[in-house]
Protein backbone atom coordinates (compact mmCIF):
# COMPACT_ATOMS: atom_id res chain seq x y z
CA UNK A 1 0.00 0.00 0.00
CA UNK A 2 2.69 2.52 0.83
CA UNK A 3 4.45 1.42 -2.39
CA UNK A 4 1.77 2.22 -3.96
CA UNK A 5 1.37 5.93 -3.06
CA UNK A 6 4.73 6.68 -3.64
CA UNK A 7 4.35 5.35 -7.04
CA UNK A 8 1.37 7.58 -6.98
CA UNK A 9 3.04 10.97 -5.93
CA UNK A 10 5.75 10.21 -8.29
CA UNK A 11 3.28 10.43 -10.97
CA UNK A 12 1.64 13.50 -9.83
CA UNK A 13 5.33 15.04 -9.34
CA UNK A 14 5.70 13.45 -12.69
CA UNK A 15 2.40 15.10 -14.18
CA UNK A 16 2.97 18.93 -12.75
CA UNK A 17 6.45 18.46 -14.07
CA UNK A 18 4.80 18.24 -17.73
CA UNK A 19 2.45 20.39 -17.17
CA UNK A 20 5.24 23.63 -16.04
CA UNK A 21 7.83 21.73 -18.78
CA UNK A 22 4.87 22.42 -21.25
CA UNK A 23 4.22 25.75 -20.63
CA UNK A 24 7.07 26.91 -20.50
CA UNK A 25 8.00 25.24 -23.96
CA UNK A 26 4.93 26.68 -25.32
CA UNK A 27 5.57 30.12 -24.03
CA UNK A 28 8.94 30.05 -25.36
CA UNK A 29 8.35 29.30 -28.98
CA UNK A 30 5.86 31.77 -29.11
CA UNK A 31 6.39 35.15 -31.01
CA UNK A 32 6.95 38.06 -29.29
CA UNK A 33 2.83 39.35 -29.49
CA UNK A 34 1.48 36.36 -28.39
CA UNK A 35 4.29 36.37 -24.94
CA UNK A 36 2.79 39.79 -24.70
CA UNK A 37 -1.03 38.21 -24.48
CA UNK A 38 -0.19 35.44 -22.34
CA UNK A 39 2.10 37.41 -19.61
CA UNK A 40 2.13 41.08 -20.84
CA UNK A 41 5.62 40.28 -21.35
CA UNK A 42 6.68 43.63 -23.11
CA UNK A 43 8.80 42.67 -26.51
CA UNK A 44 11.87 44.41 -25.22
CA UNK A 45 14.00 42.77 -27.73
CA UNK A 46 11.97 43.40 -30.71
CA UNK A 47 11.51 47.01 -29.46
CA UNK A 48 15.47 47.56 -28.77
CA UNK A 49 16.14 45.54 -32.81
CA UNK A 50 13.67 48.32 -34.18
CA UNK A 51 15.67 51.03 -32.12
CA UNK A 52 19.02 49.67 -33.21
CA UNK A 53 18.06 49.49 -36.87
CA UNK A 54 17.11 53.37 -37.05
CA UNK A 55 20.63 54.22 -35.02
CA UNK A 56 22.87 51.80 -36.63
CA UNK A 57 21.66 52.79 -40.11
CA UNK A 58 22.23 56.55 -39.23
CA UNK A 59 25.23 55.93 -37.98
CA UNK A 60 26.50 54.16 -40.84
CA UNK A 61 25.53 56.88 -43.17
CA UNK A 62 27.30 59.90 -41.24
CA UNK A 63 30.37 57.48 -41.49
CA UNK A 64 29.41 57.02 -45.09
CA UNK A 65 29.57 60.83 -45.77
CA UNK A 66 32.79 61.06 -44.02
CA UNK A 67 34.40 58.35 -46.09
CA UNK A 68 33.50 59.66 -48.96
CA UNK A 69 35.39 62.93 -48.40
CA UNK A 70 38.64 60.55 -47.89
CA UNK A 71 37.93 58.61 -51.43
CA UNK A 72 37.52 61.63 -52.88
CA UNK A 73 40.51 63.34 -51.32
CA UNK A 74 42.56 59.91 -52.21
CA UNK A 75 41.86 59.50 -55.31
CA UNK A 76 41.83 63.43 -56.64
CA UNK A 77 45.15 63.32 -55.32
CA UNK A 78 46.69 60.21 -57.48
CA UNK A 79 45.14 61.67 -60.33
CA UNK A 80 47.11 65.18 -59.75
CA UNK A 81 50.38 63.25 -59.14
CA UNK A 82 50.00 61.85 -62.62
CA UNK A 83 49.63 64.73 -63.87
CA UNK A 84 52.49 66.54 -62.02
CA UNK A 85 55.11 63.69 -62.28
CA UNK A 86 54.64 61.56 -65.33
CA UNK A 87 55.49 63.26 -68.24
CA UNK A 88 52.84 63.18 -71.10
CA UNK A 89 50.15 61.80 -69.15
CA UNK A 90 47.04 61.92 -71.33
CA UNK A 91 44.65 61.56 -68.04
CA UNK A 92 43.77 58.44 -68.77
CA UNK A 93 45.78 55.07 -68.05
CA UNK A 94 46.39 52.47 -70.88
CA UNK A 95 46.04 49.55 -69.35
CA UNK A 96 47.21 48.59 -65.87
CA UNK A 97 50.18 50.95 -66.47
CA UNK A 98 49.64 54.86 -66.44
CA UNK A 99 51.93 55.75 -70.04
CA UNK A 100 54.50 53.97 -72.02
CA UNK A 101 57.77 55.18 -73.70
CA UNK A 102 59.30 54.34 -76.79
CA UNK A 103 62.81 55.77 -77.33
CA UNK A 104 65.83 56.33 -75.29
CA UNK A 105 65.14 60.10 -75.07
CA UNK A 106 61.84 59.67 -74.13
CA UNK A 107 63.39 57.96 -71.06
CA UNK A 108 65.86 60.14 -70.07
CA UNK A 109 63.51 62.84 -69.97
CA UNK A 110 61.24 61.26 -68.10
CA UNK A 111 63.28 60.47 -65.56
CA UNK A 112 64.33 63.89 -65.26
CA UNK A 113 60.82 65.23 -65.89
CA UNK A 114 60.15 63.99 -62.39
CA UNK A 115 62.84 65.21 -60.81
CA UNK A 116 62.56 68.50 -61.52
CA UNK A 117 58.76 68.64 -60.87
CA UNK A 118 60.10 67.45 -57.48
CA UNK A 119 62.57 69.93 -57.03
CA UNK A 120 60.44 72.46 -57.26
CA UNK A 121 56.65 71.42 -55.96
CA UNK A 122 55.47 73.97 -54.35
CA UNK A 123 55.73 75.97 -57.16
CA UNK A 124 53.33 73.77 -59.18
CA UNK A 125 51.33 71.93 -56.71
CA UNK A 126 47.59 73.33 -56.35
CA UNK A 127 47.73 71.37 -53.29
CA UNK A 128 48.40 71.67 -49.84
CA UNK A 129 51.39 69.53 -50.60
CA UNK A 130 54.69 69.18 -48.91
CA UNK A 131 58.04 67.32 -48.13
CA UNK A 132 57.96 64.70 -45.45
CA UNK A 133 60.97 66.61 -43.69
CA UNK A 134 64.27 67.84 -44.33
CA UNK A 135 65.71 64.36 -44.04
CA UNK A 136 63.47 63.12 -46.78
CA UNK A 137 64.25 62.99 -50.59
CA UNK A 138 63.75 61.31 -53.92
CA UNK A 139 65.26 57.80 -54.24
CA UNK A 140 66.14 56.42 -57.91
CA UNK A 141 66.97 52.97 -58.06
CA UNK A 142 67.63 51.12 -61.05
CA UNK A 143 68.12 47.39 -61.72
CA UNK A 144 69.45 45.55 -64.20
CA UNK A 145 71.52 42.83 -65.25
CA UNK A 146 75.55 42.95 -64.02
CA UNK A 147 77.09 42.14 -67.64
CA UNK A 148 76.75 41.24 -70.83
CA UNK A 149 76.69 41.39 -74.66
CA UNK A 150 74.14 41.23 -77.20
CA UNK A 151 74.08 41.34 -80.99
CA UNK A 152 70.81 40.33 -82.22
CA UNK A 153 71.83 40.81 -86.03
CA UNK A 154 74.30 37.66 -85.26
CA UNK A 155 71.67 36.38 -83.09
CA UNK A 156 74.32 36.54 -80.69
CA UNK A 157 74.06 36.87 -76.67
CA UNK A 158 75.95 36.45 -73.88
CA UNK A 159 74.80 38.34 -70.44
CA UNK A 160 74.99 37.51 -66.57
CA UNK A 161 71.16 36.57 -65.92
CA UNK A 162 72.26 37.64 -62.09
CA UNK A 163 70.82 41.47 -61.07
CA UNK A 164 72.11 44.42 -59.67
CA UNK A 165 70.49 46.99 -58.08
CA UNK A 166 72.35 50.62 -57.84
CA UNK A 167 70.53 54.03 -56.02
CA UNK A 168 71.26 57.44 -55.64
CA UNK A 169 69.47 59.73 -53.17
CA UNK A 170 68.52 63.42 -53.58
CA UNK A 171 67.14 65.50 -50.84
CA UNK A 172 65.17 68.20 -51.47
CA UNK A 173 67.70 70.80 -50.18
CA UNK A 174 70.75 69.44 -52.45
CA UNK A 175 68.34 69.77 -55.44
CA UNK A 176 69.08 73.54 -55.54
CA UNK A 177 72.64 73.48 -55.04
CA UNK A 178 75.66 71.97 -57.32
CA UNK A 179 75.98 69.29 -55.42
CA UNK A 180 72.35 67.81 -57.09
CA UNK A 181 73.85 69.04 -60.57
CA UNK A 182 77.44 66.84 -60.44
CA UNK A 183 74.88 63.73 -59.74
CA UNK A 184 72.26 64.34 -62.42
CA UNK A 185 75.81 64.18 -64.51
CA UNK A 186 77.22 61.13 -62.92
CA UNK A 187 77.62 58.02 -64.90
CA UNK A 188 73.80 56.86 -62.64
CA UNK A 189 72.02 58.22 -65.57
CA UNK A 190 73.94 56.39 -68.20
CA UNK A 191 71.43 53.28 -68.94
CA UNK A 192 71.97 50.63 -70.53
CA UNK A 193 68.88 49.56 -71.83
CA UNK A 194 69.81 46.26 -73.14
CA UNK A 195 70.99 45.53 -69.70
CA UNK A 196 68.03 47.47 -67.58
CA UNK A 197 65.50 45.93 -66.02
CA UNK A 198 63.56 48.69 -64.26
CA UNK A 199 64.10 52.33 -62.61
CA UNK A 200 62.09 53.39 -59.72
CA UNK A 201 61.61 56.15 -58.46
CA UNK A 202 59.90 56.66 -54.87
CA UNK A 203 59.25 59.55 -52.75
CA UNK A 204 57.32 60.58 -49.93
CA UNK A 205 54.31 63.66 -49.72
CA UNK A 206 52.19 65.17 -47.24
CA UNK A 207 49.47 66.73 -47.94
CA UNK A 208 46.22 67.94 -45.56
CA UNK A 209 42.57 67.34 -46.19
CA UNK A 210 40.73 70.64 -45.51
CA UNK A 211 37.66 70.06 -47.73
CA UNK A 212 36.43 67.90 -44.59
CA UNK A 213 36.24 71.54 -42.46
CA UNK A 214 33.24 72.45 -44.89
CA UNK A 215 31.62 68.91 -43.74
CA UNK A 216 31.94 70.21 -40.44
CA UNK A 217 34.60 67.72 -39.23
CA UNK A 218 37.97 68.15 -38.36
CA UNK A 219 40.74 67.85 -41.22
CA UNK A 220 43.22 64.58 -41.86
CA UNK A 221 46.46 65.09 -42.44
CA UNK A 222 47.69 62.51 -45.31
CA UNK A 223 51.08 61.06 -46.09
CA UNK A 224 51.66 60.03 -49.95
CA UNK A 225 54.37 57.27 -50.48
CA UNK A 226 54.56 57.56 -54.49
CA UNK A 227 56.43 55.33 -56.54
CA UNK A 228 57.29 55.43 -60.12
CA UNK A 229 58.13 52.16 -61.88
CA UNK A 230 59.67 52.74 -65.21
CA UNK A 231 59.34 48.84 -66.48
CA UNK A 232 62.04 47.25 -69.08
CA UNK A 233 61.51 43.54 -67.93
CA UNK A 234 60.65 42.48 -71.72
CA UNK A 235 62.85 44.47 -73.77
CA UNK A 236 60.25 44.86 -76.28
CA UNK A 237 61.28 48.46 -76.66
CA UNK A 238 58.21 49.22 -75.05
CA UNK A 239 58.89 51.00 -71.47
CA UNK A 240 55.39 50.72 -69.12
CA UNK A 241 55.35 53.76 -66.54
CA UNK A 242 53.47 52.35 -63.08
CA UNK A 243 52.40 55.00 -61.02
CA UNK A 244 51.71 53.46 -57.33
CA UNK A 245 50.64 56.26 -54.71
CA UNK A 246 50.15 54.44 -50.84
CA UNK A 247 47.85 56.71 -48.55
CA UNK A 248 48.32 56.81 -44.66
CA UNK A 249 45.98 58.68 -42.77
CA UNK A 250 48.09 59.99 -39.69
CA UNK A 251 46.68 61.99 -36.68
CA UNK A 252 47.71 65.79 -37.27
CA UNK A 253 50.24 66.55 -34.49
CA UNK A 254 49.56 70.33 -33.94
CA UNK A 255 46.10 71.88 -34.98
CA UNK A 256 44.20 74.94 -34.08
CA UNK A 257 40.78 75.64 -35.71
CA UNK A 258 38.77 78.60 -34.40
CA UNK A 259 34.89 77.34 -34.89
CA UNK A 260 32.50 76.33 -32.32
CA UNK A 261 30.37 74.89 -34.40
CA UNK A 262 32.38 72.25 -35.22
CA UNK A 263 33.50 71.35 -32.32
CA UNK A 264 29.47 71.01 -31.06
CA UNK A 265 29.17 68.92 -34.35
CA UNK A 266 32.04 66.82 -33.11
CA UNK A 267 30.83 66.45 -29.52
CA UNK A 268 27.05 65.61 -30.51
CA UNK A 269 28.47 63.17 -33.22
CA UNK A 270 30.23 61.40 -29.92
CA UNK A 271 27.63 61.45 -27.79
CA UNK A 272 25.25 59.63 -30.96
CA UNK A 273 27.78 56.65 -31.44
CA UNK A 274 27.88 56.45 -27.82
CA UNK A 275 24.58 56.06 -27.36
CA UNK A 276 24.56 53.58 -30.55
CA UNK A 277 26.88 51.43 -28.27
CA UNK A 278 24.84 51.48 -24.91
CA UNK A 279 21.82 50.31 -27.14
CA UNK A 280 23.85 47.44 -28.77
CA UNK A 281 25.14 46.25 -25.53
CA UNK A 282 21.71 46.39 -23.66
CA UNK A 283 20.60 44.14 -26.77
CA UNK A 284 23.91 41.84 -26.72
CA UNK A 285 22.50 41.25 -22.77
CA UNK A 286 19.64 40.71 -23.57
CA UNK A 287 20.34 38.05 -26.69
CA UNK A 288 22.90 36.39 -24.82
CA UNK A 289 20.35 35.83 -21.44
CA UNK A 290 17.48 34.35 -23.91
CA UNK A 291 20.23 31.57 -25.23
CA UNK A 292 21.54 31.06 -21.54
CA UNK A 293 17.69 30.01 -20.88
CA UNK A 294 17.04 28.30 -24.00
CA UNK A 295 19.94 25.58 -23.50
CA UNK A 296 18.46 25.76 -19.50
CA UNK A 297 15.19 24.77 -21.64
CA UNK A 298 16.51 22.57 -23.77
CA UNK A 299 18.32 20.61 -20.97
CA UNK A 300 15.21 20.73 -18.76
CA UNK A 301 13.47 18.92 -21.93
CA UNK A 302 16.16 15.90 -22.47
CA UNK A 303 15.83 15.25 -18.71
CA UNK A 304 12.38 14.90 -18.70
CA UNK A 305 12.06 12.72 -22.12
CA UNK A 306 14.93 10.53 -20.96
CA UNK A 307 13.13 10.12 -17.64
CA UNK A 308 10.15 9.55 -18.43
CA UNK A 309 9.87 8.17 -22.15
CA UNK A 310 13.82 6.48 -21.36
CA UNK A 311 15.04 7.51 -24.70
CA UNK A 312 16.73 10.01 -25.83
CA UNK A 313 15.62 13.39 -27.54
CA UNK A 314 16.91 13.81 -31.59
CA UNK A 315 18.87 16.01 -32.58
CA UNK A 316 16.65 18.27 -34.82
CA UNK A 317 14.36 18.71 -31.65
CA UNK A 318 17.95 20.11 -29.87
CA UNK A 319 18.73 22.43 -32.77
CA UNK A 320 14.79 23.93 -31.95
CA UNK A 321 16.26 25.26 -29.18
CA UNK A 322 19.46 27.10 -30.35
CA UNK A 323 18.10 30.58 -32.27
CA UNK A 324 20.37 31.23 -34.96
CA UNK A 325 19.04 34.46 -35.34
CA UNK A 326 19.91 35.57 -31.69
CA UNK A 327 23.24 34.05 -32.33
CA UNK A 328 23.44 36.40 -35.60
CA UNK A 329 22.42 39.93 -33.52
CA UNK A 330 25.29 38.73 -30.70
CA UNK A 331 27.64 38.93 -33.86
CA UNK A 332 26.23 42.05 -35.28
CA UNK A 333 25.89 44.05 -31.73
CA UNK A 334 30.28 43.14 -31.25
CA UNK A 335 31.12 44.33 -34.46
CA UNK A 336 28.46 47.60 -33.75
CA UNK A 337 29.98 48.38 -30.36
CA UNK A 338 33.88 47.99 -31.86
CA UNK A 339 33.16 49.56 -34.93
CA UNK A 340 31.40 52.95 -32.81
CA UNK A 341 34.51 52.54 -30.91
CA UNK A 342 36.89 52.87 -33.84
CA UNK A 343 34.41 55.47 -35.04
CA UNK A 344 35.03 57.63 -31.92
CA UNK A 345 38.27 57.48 -32.26
CA UNK A 346 38.41 58.07 -35.56
CA UNK A 347 36.30 61.01 -35.08
CA UNK A 348 38.26 62.77 -32.33
CA UNK A 349 41.53 61.86 -34.93
CA UNK A 350 43.35 59.11 -32.57
CA UNK A 351 42.98 56.93 -34.50
CA UNK A 352 42.64 56.61 -38.57
CA UNK A 353 41.95 53.10 -39.40
CA UNK A 354 39.16 53.91 -42.00
CA UNK A 355 39.20 50.63 -43.68
CA UNK A 356 38.69 48.48 -40.33
CA UNK A 357 35.89 50.93 -39.34
CA UNK A 358 33.84 50.54 -42.37
CA UNK A 359 34.17 46.45 -42.42
CA UNK A 360 32.73 46.23 -39.43
CA UNK A 361 30.28 49.35 -39.53
CA UNK A 362 29.14 48.18 -42.59
CA UNK A 363 28.33 44.01 -41.72
CA UNK A 364 26.50 44.94 -38.61
CA UNK A 365 24.18 47.20 -40.73
CA UNK A 366 24.10 44.12 -42.87
CA UNK A 367 23.14 41.54 -40.17
CA UNK A 368 20.90 44.16 -38.27
CA UNK A 369 18.43 44.00 -41.21
CA UNK A 370 18.93 40.65 -42.30
CA UNK A 371 17.79 40.12 -38.72
CA UNK A 372 14.44 41.93 -39.23
CA UNK A 373 13.26 38.84 -41.09
CA UNK A 374 12.95 36.53 -37.76
CA UNK A 375 10.14 38.77 -36.51
CA UNK A 376 8.17 38.46 -40.23
CA UNK A 377 9.06 35.17 -40.41
CA UNK A 378 6.31 34.18 -37.62
CA UNK A 379 3.87 34.83 -40.34
CA UNK A 380 3.14 32.26 -42.51
CA UNK A 381 2.87 34.71 -45.71
CA UNK A 382 6.14 36.34 -44.83
CA UNK A 383 8.15 32.85 -44.13
CA UNK A 384 8.30 31.12 -47.30
CA UNK A 385 11.99 32.53 -48.03
CA UNK A 386 13.29 31.12 -44.82
CA UNK A 387 12.03 28.47 -44.91
CA UNK A 388 13.16 27.99 -48.51
CA UNK A 389 16.27 28.89 -47.74
CA UNK A 390 16.79 26.58 -44.41
CA UNK A 391 15.36 23.66 -46.78
CA UNK A 392 17.70 23.72 -49.99
CA UNK A 393 20.54 24.53 -48.03
CA UNK A 394 22.41 21.26 -47.73
CA UNK A 395 21.53 20.19 -51.09
CA UNK A 396 22.33 23.78 -53.21
CA UNK A 397 25.87 23.19 -51.22
CA UNK A 398 26.58 19.72 -52.22
CA UNK A 399 25.29 20.65 -55.87
CA UNK A 400 27.68 23.40 -55.85
CA UNK A 401 30.44 20.69 -54.82
CA UNK A 402 30.20 18.88 -57.63
CA UNK A 403 29.54 22.19 -60.19
CA UNK A 404 33.01 24.06 -58.75
CA UNK A 405 35.05 20.82 -59.99
CA UNK A 406 33.57 21.46 -63.38
CA UNK A 407 33.84 25.47 -62.48
CA UNK A 408 37.47 25.24 -61.78
CA UNK A 409 38.35 22.80 -65.05
CA UNK A 410 37.24 25.49 -67.29
CA UNK A 411 39.24 27.44 -65.51
CA UNK A 412 42.88 26.63 -65.21
CA UNK A 413 42.30 25.16 -68.99
CA UNK A 414 40.93 28.89 -70.17
CA UNK A 415 43.78 30.28 -68.29
CA UNK A 416 46.41 28.06 -69.57
CA UNK A 417 45.17 28.45 -73.39
CA UNK A 418 43.69 31.07 -73.81
CA UNK A 419 45.64 33.35 -71.96
CA UNK A 420 48.26 34.33 -74.16
CA UNK A 421 45.47 35.23 -77.10
CA UNK A 422 42.43 36.98 -74.50
CA UNK A 423 43.19 39.52 -71.92
CA UNK A 424 40.13 38.41 -70.02
CA UNK A 425 41.75 34.75 -69.65
CA UNK A 426 45.70 36.37 -68.42
CA UNK A 427 45.12 35.20 -64.92
CA UNK A 428 43.30 32.84 -62.64
CA UNK A 429 41.45 35.46 -60.98
CA UNK A 430 40.09 37.44 -64.40
CA UNK A 431 39.18 34.11 -65.82
CA UNK A 432 36.89 32.71 -62.79
CA UNK A 433 35.56 36.34 -63.14
CA UNK A 434 35.07 36.49 -66.49
CA UNK A 435 33.61 32.92 -66.45
CA UNK A 436 31.21 34.23 -63.82
CA UNK A 437 29.91 37.20 -66.07
CA UNK A 438 29.38 34.49 -69.22
CA UNK A 439 27.20 32.18 -66.46
CA UNK A 440 25.06 35.54 -65.81
CA UNK A 441 25.21 36.10 -69.37
CA UNK A 442 26.97 39.81 -69.75
CA UNK A 443 29.72 40.42 -71.69
CA UNK A 444 29.29 37.30 -74.00
CA UNK A 445 29.85 38.93 -77.91
CA UNK A 446 32.58 40.77 -76.62
CA UNK A 447 34.25 38.08 -75.01
CA UNK A 448 33.78 35.54 -78.37
CA UNK A 449 34.95 38.74 -80.40
CA UNK A 450 38.40 39.70 -78.65
CA UNK A 451 40.05 36.08 -79.09
CA UNK A 452 43.09 37.28 -81.23
CA UNK A 453 43.05 34.97 -84.32
CA UNK A 454 46.65 34.30 -84.79
CA UNK A 455 46.46 31.06 -84.06
CA UNK A 456 43.59 29.43 -86.18
CA UNK A 457 43.79 26.25 -83.62
CA UNK A 458 43.49 28.30 -80.70
CA UNK A 459 40.83 30.27 -81.96
CA UNK A 460 38.83 26.84 -83.00
CA UNK A 461 39.50 25.86 -79.21
CA UNK A 462 38.23 28.69 -78.40
CA UNK A 463 34.75 28.64 -79.76
CA UNK A 464 34.54 25.28 -78.42
CA UNK A 465 35.51 25.75 -75.32
CA UNK A 466 33.29 29.04 -74.77
CA UNK A 467 30.41 26.96 -76.43
CA UNK A 468 30.52 23.91 -74.65
CA UNK A 469 31.17 26.19 -70.76
CA UNK A 470 28.03 28.14 -71.45
CA UNK A 471 25.80 25.59 -72.92
CA UNK A 472 27.03 23.24 -69.77
CA UNK A 473 26.67 26.29 -67.21
CA UNK A 474 23.31 28.03 -68.56
CA UNK A 475 21.51 25.19 -69.86
CA UNK A 476 21.99 22.50 -67.34
CA UNK A 477 24.00 23.01 -63.99
CA UNK A 478 22.02 26.55 -64.00
CA UNK A 479 18.77 24.92 -64.75
CA UNK A 480 19.63 21.98 -62.18
CA UNK A 481 20.34 24.69 -59.36
CA UNK A 482 16.88 26.65 -59.92
CA UNK A 483 15.02 23.52 -59.87
CA UNK A 484 16.39 22.61 -56.69
CA UNK A 485 15.34 25.22 -55.25
CA UNK A 486 12.09 25.60 -56.53
CA UNK A 487 11.70 21.49 -54.98
CA UNK A 488 12.32 22.91 -51.50
CA UNK A 489 9.53 25.85 -52.34
CA UNK A 490 7.16 23.13 -53.66
CA UNK A 491 7.94 21.00 -50.53
CA UNK A 492 7.36 24.06 -48.14
CA UNK A 493 3.66 25.12 -50.01
CA UNK A 494 2.79 21.18 -49.44
CA UNK A 495 4.02 21.12 -45.43
CA UNK A 496 1.93 24.70 -44.92
CA UNK A 497 -1.25 23.35 -46.68
CA UNK A 498 -0.59 19.57 -45.38
CA UNK A 499 1.28 20.27 -41.76
CA UNK A 500 4.67 20.03 -41.34
CA UNK A 501 6.55 16.71 -40.46
CA UNK A 502 5.72 16.31 -36.24
CA UNK A 503 8.84 15.21 -34.08
CA UNK A 504 9.18 14.65 -30.85
CA UNK A 505 9.25 17.99 -29.61
CA UNK A 506 6.08 19.06 -31.39
CA UNK A 507 4.23 15.38 -30.03
CA UNK A 508 5.02 16.38 -27.00
CA UNK A 509 3.53 20.11 -27.32
CA UNK A 510 0.38 19.29 -30.02
CA UNK A 511 -2.34 18.25 -26.82
CA UNK A 512 -1.45 21.15 -24.74
CA UNK A 513 -4.31 23.53 -24.97
CA UNK A 514 -3.90 27.38 -23.93
CA UNK A 515 -3.94 26.23 -19.63
CA UNK A 516 -2.65 28.94 -18.08
CA UNK A 517 -3.25 31.19 -21.21
CA UNK A 518 -7.24 32.65 -21.22
CA UNK A 519 -6.10 36.02 -19.79
CA UNK A 520 -8.36 38.84 -21.70
CA UNK A 521 -6.25 39.77 -24.35
CA UNK A 522 -6.04 43.07 -25.62
CA UNK A 523 -3.90 45.29 -27.93
CA UNK A 524 -0.76 46.88 -27.16
CA UNK A 525 -0.79 50.40 -28.22
CA UNK A 526 3.46 50.80 -29.38
CA UNK A 527 2.94 47.23 -31.52
CA UNK A 528 0.06 46.64 -33.93
CA UNK A 529 -0.04 43.27 -34.17
CA UNK A 530 -0.72 42.34 -30.93
CA UNK A 531 -4.21 43.14 -31.14
CA UNK A 532 -4.69 39.80 -33.92
CA UNK A 533 -5.59 36.97 -32.94
CA UNK A 534 -4.21 33.88 -33.33
CA UNK A 535 -5.60 32.04 -35.76
CA UNK A 536 -5.51 35.32 -37.70
CA UNK A 537 -2.09 34.72 -39.73
CA UNK A 538 -1.89 30.35 -39.51
CA UNK A 539 1.33 31.35 -37.64
CA UNK A 540 4.34 29.07 -37.98
CA UNK A 541 6.44 29.16 -35.28
CA UNK A 542 10.07 28.27 -35.59
CA UNK A 543 13.63 29.08 -34.78
Known amino acids: MGAQKKNMMAQSDLDLKEAALKEDLKFYFMNPCEKYRARRQIPWKLALQILKILMVTTQLVFFGLSNQLVVSFKEENTVAFKHLFLKGYSGVDEDDYSCSIYTQQDAYDSIFYVINQYRQ ?114 HSGKIKIYFDSDTDIQECKDWHIVSPVLQKNTQYILAFDGFVILSCFASLILCTRSIVLAMKLQKRFVNFFLEKYKRHVCHADRLEFINGWYVLVIISDVMTIIGSILKMEIKAKNLTSYDVCSILLGTSTLFVWVGVIRYLGYFQTYNVLILT ?128 YGKERTSMPLVCCCGRQQSDDNLILIN
Open 121 to 234: LKNVSLGTLGYEHEGSGLKICKQQYKKGTMLPSNDSLNIDVSTETECMFLKPQELAGKKAELKLNSSFFSLEFYRLIQVEITFKLKGIALQTIHARELPDCYAFQNTITFNNRA
Open 389 to 516: MQASLPKVLRFCCCAGMIYLGYTFCGWIVLGPYHEKFEDLNTVAECLFSLVNGDDMFATFAQIQQKSMLVWMFSRLYLYSFISLFIYMILSLFIALITDSYDTIKKYQQNGFPVTDLHEFLKDHGSVG
